[in-house]
């Protein structure tokens, strides 16, 4: 498990855009579950939409490829604190996305990260969101870990 203080270790995102609070499980080369708890307070709900929050679609994704981020970096074998620090993830593409159910304030946005396939630097990522177990978005994703 990971915590806020652990994933700012590995992420360069911070408040209001690091979209994850908790990595609860974390299979290297494979899978990660994260999470993300949606509150009435995220500056988004200001503008999305007043009287009638819905967490973004955007929001959604991109908190997807936090996690998928999280989990290429702990699949490096031996790779340092240090040298995470002067890596970042960068996405390269986006595909295959879909919005099945809308997220509002008080839901725990679970994400499932699965690695499709990964060949040096480039990793293609499986995305799925979940609310009470139930599927609110999926997308493909392909990442490429660089210096920074």
Not at 14 to 41: C, H, M, Q, S
Not at 75 to 94: A, H, L, P, W
Request: charged share 30%; hydrophobic share 45%; proline share 5%.
């Amino acid at each position: 498990m990971l915590e806020i203080k652990d994933i700012e270790k590995i992420l360069p995102h911070r408040y209001p855009f690091l979209l994850i609070d908790r990595v609860v499980e974390i299979v290297p080369k494979e899978t990660i579950k994260a999470y993300k708890n949606i509150t009435i307070g995220e500056e988004v709900f200001q503008g999305h939409f007043p009287g009638h929050p819905i967490y973004p679609g955007v929001m959604i994704i991109e908190g997807m490829a936090q996690a998928g981020g999280v989990l290429a970096f702990k699949s490096i074998d031996n790779i340092t604190e240090e040298e995470i620090q002067d890596k970042v993830v960068y996405f390269m593409s986006i595909d295959k996305a879909k919005f099945r159910h809308p997220v509002r304030p008080g839901d725990r946005l679970d994400y499932l990260i699965s690695v499709i396939k990964n060949r040096g630097k480039i990793w293609v990522l499986d995305g799925k969101a979940y609310v009470d177990g139930e599927l609110v978005a999926e997308a493909e994703l392909k990442a490429m870990i660089v210096d920074k």
